[in-house]
Nanobody, 111 residues
């Protein structure tokens, strides 16, 4: 069974950084496109970043230059490095592949 397990969320001050991790079982990231999504209260879930099997990346305009998506094929893990965090980045962040979703990890950016 495919499972995506996220970790790394927490409380951080504006301007701070966090690294989110998504560890997978049942699939191999090097053969699939992976994405990070987020959903803030009252908002629709939105795509934050994605990385293809070939390594190409895409980012939402709101996070370009601040967030980086990466993968470690040996560990079968994808990461979202978040820098220069803003209060508007506060959301639950989800790992996604095809029809599979992680459980979500909460990120709160507040002073």
């Amino acid at each position: 069974q495919v499972q995506l397990v996220e970790s790394g969320g927490g409380l951080v001050q504006p301007g701070g950084s966090l690294r989110l991790s998504c560890a997978a079982s049942g699939i191999y990231f090097r053969f699939n496109t992976m994405g990070w999504y987020r959903q803030a209260p009252g908002n629709q879930r939105e795509l934050v970043a994605s990385i293809s099997s070939g390594g190409s990346t895409n980012y939402a305009n709101s996070v370009k230059g601040r967030f980086t998506i990466s993968r470690d094929s040996a560990r079968n893990t994808v990461y979202l490095f978040m820098n220069s965090l803003k209060p508007e980045d506060t959301a639950v962040y989800y790992c996604h592949q095809n029809t599979y979703w992680g459980q979500g990890t909460q990120v709160i950016v507040s002073s």
